[in-house]
């Protein structure tokens, strides 16, 4: 099972549940975001309700705050901090009071205060709320202390009378008031009568030792005695009252008698440990604080006031990413959905959705200021899934399928290099990887020949070539056993060709080849071709526009070689390139990485109309997923190799890469080139299909991920096996096949010497009745698939 305190670690990076800098700086963690939310909607009455919940002696507070919140707001250089105070002032005089404190059963535990001040009569606030009974000693009357220390209360100009409102409350919450002096001698017999005791350091300051003589955690004295109420300092050793901090001490001395009579710990969880929550201002213009026109703001000068409130929050990944954006929350969710999903021992994984849905790209890792990695977390949850059996095959089957298709006789080739004497082993190897073989066949063809013959004046002649996928499909999947035999293969591979320096032109085998071949010491064709400055094959295409976006892939994101070399090829090639707002290390995912495309091609879709949609010109990539993702979506996009062998360059870089049967066809094609040119080999060309597919019904089987070869195989297995059926309403047979953990179906007509396929559909699991593997022999004969050949997903 996953780790769960790594994964608790990791959670905790996301700060979005983190409380904004307001809310962390109010003594009463007060809830400022929803405050403003009602105040600007002109819910003054919610408002103050939020306020009771919150505040103790809320009219006195709000009356005396001296708002350390607007200390700290966000909107302190973009127009002013909100005016906090002001707010809280208006509210309270706009709405009368919201709620009665609920009858609580009296607690047996007995609570005293030596002092009426605001620390002293907030610490009665809280405790008597909680059915504490609890009795106030004070000296003159039970306001004078307070009424001394701020005697902005006693003014009646706003027309209310906060201080006998609240007092008003305490008595009803059955708190008793006593007259008497307040000596040592109180002190003494409070502490023997009561189970705790509360000294005001402001209301009975003789009482009350020096503020470094009392634990600063929990504001315990000694033995059941606590002290709050002390006057704020300046870094001078000037000393100031400081209404929150003054209340807030009393609150917390509260919280540390409620333990102490309850004993449990007094330090335990107190506070939760959170880190800041970061909220990105760029790009938020301006907008002046609405001062009041009178004493107080009117309700429609709070409620433009508070509209002024960003509602900080930090889903500063989540802005940028489509997926984060589908599942509709944010890391920390993320993170506690997929501990809980792995936590299932029966029943249905259904977070399995959301873990296959990252493109494992890392651009949320290099936006969050706390560096959340979606892709290490999603990794790591598929590795589990996997490991114990509770990741369905099918949501990354047909990729695993297509990398087998690459690695596998048809399409893999290890290429000595043939002009060197017998035995010699190249200095270099190139590694175009399977994608750009699938895609641009012959411009791999000339950029083979041009570096060969290049580096054969060279002090370091010789270069090989090897066509295989470099495995990381096995990697984003989470088959970790799959991906280390599969790199097994390519060091193998590797090793018969006399261990070349490697040069990959696919970022994604880069940092494959890096990893499991450290000592082939990778590097990107891009930097070979940037040292070798060779000229391009001919003039620039005609269409190619003078300004293009780059398009940097995610793989290569922290690879500053190759972001480097790519500009640098692109400057010498004569095309001015513009960076697009996120670039090089904070680059967005075509949707091609962590194999989205395969297990949620509507994700992967949004992701390439998203990052198209960031590109204020046509893209030039040098990945060739990038360009034909983006190409596929309508964003004109040109690779790099178009630049440096144009007269191979698509005719324009609107044109869609191949589709996935073409891909595959053209990995074999590329290889069989391949053999002829350096080895004379002439290889066997497969056979002609004998079903016809109409290009609009090929859409729709790629959409499927199902193969004309899959489609081949499928009539040729219902025609074969017998397992097929004459659909009565339009004569058109219906067969199904299975020859492997899939099923087709086909619905199909023949036609001449062949057959007219109509639909065709698939099913990643095997149904029972369908076509099976008795009838391979069969289907061998008809020669109606080439060897290795697999299927679809539906």
């Given at each position: 099972m996953m780790d769960q305190k790594h994964l608790h670690e990791m959670e905790a990076r996301c700060t979005q549940e983190s409380p904004p800098r307001c809310r962390a700086a109010c003594p009463f963690d007060l809830d400022v975001r929803a405050f403003m939310t009602h105040m600007a909607a002109g819910r003054a009455g919610e408002a103050?309700?939020?306020?009771?919940?919150?505040?103790?002696?809320?009219?006195?507070?709000?009356?005396?705050?001296?708002?350390?919140?607007?200390?700290?707001?966000?909107?302190?250089?973009?127009?002013?901090?909100?005016?906090?105070?002001?707010?809280?002032?208006?509210?309270?005089?706009?709405?009368?009071?919201?709620?009665?404190?609920?009858?609580?059963?009296?607690?047996?535990?007995?609570?005293?205060?030596?002092g009426a001040g605001l620390a002293g009569l907030t610490a009665a606030w809280d405790l008597s709320r909680k059915g504490y009974p609890v009795t106030v000693c004070h000296a003159g009357a039970p306001e004078a202390a307070l009424l001394a220390a701020y005697p902005v209360l006693a003014e009646v100009g706003l027309g209310k009378d906060f201080l006998a409102e609240d007092m008003a409350v305490l008595l009803r919450q059955k708190v008793r008031f006593e007259a008497v002096a307040l000596d040592a001698t109180l002190t003494a017999r409070l502490a023997a009568e009561y189970d705790g005791l509360l000294l005001d350091a402001d209301a009975a300051p003789d009482l009350v030792p020096a503020w470094e003589?009392?634990?600063?955690?929990?504001?315990?004295?000694?033995?059941?005695?606590?002290?709050?109420?002390?006057?704020?300092?300046?870094?001078?050793?000037?000393?100031?009252?400081?209404?929150?901090?003054?209340?807030?001490?009393?609150?917390?001395?509260?919280?540390?008698?409620?333990?102490?009579?309850?004993?449990?710990?007094?330090?335990?969880?107190?506070?939760?440990a959170q880190g800041p929550l970061h909220t990105d201002v760029a790009g938020i213009a301006p907008l002046p604080r609405q001062e009041p026109a009178g004493v107080v703001h009117t309700a429609e000068e709070a409620a433009r006031e508070a509209a002024r409130c960003l509602q900080c929050q930090c889903l500063i990944c989540v802005k940028e990413c489509v997926y984060l954006q589908k599942y509709k929350g944010y890391p920390r969710v993320y993170a506690r959905q997929a501990h809980n999903n792995a936590s299932i021992v029966k029943g249905l994984h259904t977070a399995n959705a959301m873990i296959n849905g990252c493109a494992l790209c890392g651009q949320c890792e290099e936006l969050c200021p706390e560096n959340f990695s979606m892709a290490e977390m999603c990794l790591a949850a598929r590795e589990d899934m996997v490991e114990r059996g509770f990741m369905p095959p099918s949501a990354h089957e047909f990729a695993l399928e297509d990398m087998e298709n690459a690695s596998g006789p048809e399409c893999a080739l290890t290429l000595p290099d043939t002009s060197l004497p017998q035995g010699a082993a190249p200095a270099w190897a190139l590694f175009p990887g399977c994608q750009l073989a699938a895609s641009r066949g012959e411009q791999v063809a000339a950029l083979y020949a041009r570096l060969k013959m290049a580096l054969a004046s060279g002090p370091t002649p010789g270069l090989g070539l090897m066509l295989s996928c470099c495995g990381v499909p096995a990697r984003w999947a989470g088959r970790t056993k799959l991906y280390r035999e599969h790199a097994a293969g390519l060091r193998a591979s590797w090793e018969s060709l006399g261990r070349p320096r490697l040069m990959a032109a696919c970022s994604s085998c880069l940092v494959v080849l890096r990893e499991v071949l450290p000592e082939a010491r990778a590097v990107s064709v891009w930097e070979v071709l940037d040292g070798l400055d060779l000229p391009a094959s001919g003039p620039l295409p005609p269409d190619l526009p003078a300004v293009l976006s780059v398009q940097d892939p995610c793989t290569a994101r922290h690879d500053a070689a190759w972001l480097a070399a790519v500009r640098s090829l692109a400057r010498k090639a004569g095309v001015t390139l513009e960076e697009p707002r996120l670039s090089g290390p904070a680059t967005a995912c075509c949707g091609y990485g962590g194999l989205v495309w395969c297990a949620q091609p509507d994700t992967a879709d949004a992701m390439s109309a998203h990052r198209a949609a960031e590109l204020p010109h046509a893209g030039l990539a040098s990945c060739i997923m990038c360009r034909d993702r983006l190409a596929?979506?309508?964003?004109?996009?040109?690779?790099?190799?178009?630049?440096?062998?144009?007269?191979?360059?698509?005719?324009?870089g609107g044109r869609s890469g191949p589709g996935l049967s073409a891909r595959r066809a053209n990995r074999a094609a590329l290889r069989r080139r391949l053999l002829h040119d350096y080895r004379g080999e002439a290889a066997a060309r497969p056979p002609e299909g004998k079903v016809r597919v109409g290009p609009?019904?090929?859409?729709?089987?790629?959409?499927r991920h199902i193969l004309l070869e899959d489609v081949e195989a499928a009539v040729a297995g219902a025609e074969a096996s017998g397992h097929r059926f004459k659909n009565l309403e339009n004569g058109h047979w219906l067969g199904s096949w299975r020859p492997r953990q899939v099923t087709f179906w086909v619905e199909y007509t023949p036609e001449g010497e062949g057959f007219a396929l109509h639909d065709a559909w698939c099913h990643r699991m095997a149904v029972p009745g369908s076509g099976g593997q008795e009838a391979a022999e069969v289907i061998n004969r008809h020669q109606c698939c080439t060897d290795g050949s697999r299927g679809g997903q539906s």
């Open positions: 103050r309700k939020l306020l009771e919940r919150h505040l103790p002696l809320p009219g006195v507070l709000a009356r005396l705050c001296d708002h350390p919140c607007e200390e700290v707001c966000l909107r302190r250089d973009l127009g002013g901090s909100l005016a906090m105070h002001g707010l809280e002032l208006s509210c309270m005089l706009a709405a009368g009071p919201q709620s009665r404190p609920l009858p609580m059963p009296p607690k047996k535990k007995r609570l005293a205060v030596a003589a009392v634990d600063a955690e929990t504001l315990l004295w000694r033995d059941n005695i606590c002290c709050a109420g002390w006057k704020e300092r300046t870094p001078t050793g000037h000393a100031y009252a400081s209404p929150s901090a003054q209340a807030g001490q009393g609150r917390r001395a509260a919280q540390t008698l409620e333990r102490l009579v309850s004993g449990v710990s007094l330090t335990a969880a107190r506070e939760k596929a979506g309508g964003k004109e996009c040109w690779h790099l190799l178009d630049l440096l062998f144009p007269d191979l360059a698509e005719p324009s609009e019904l090929l859409a729709r089987l790629e959409a």
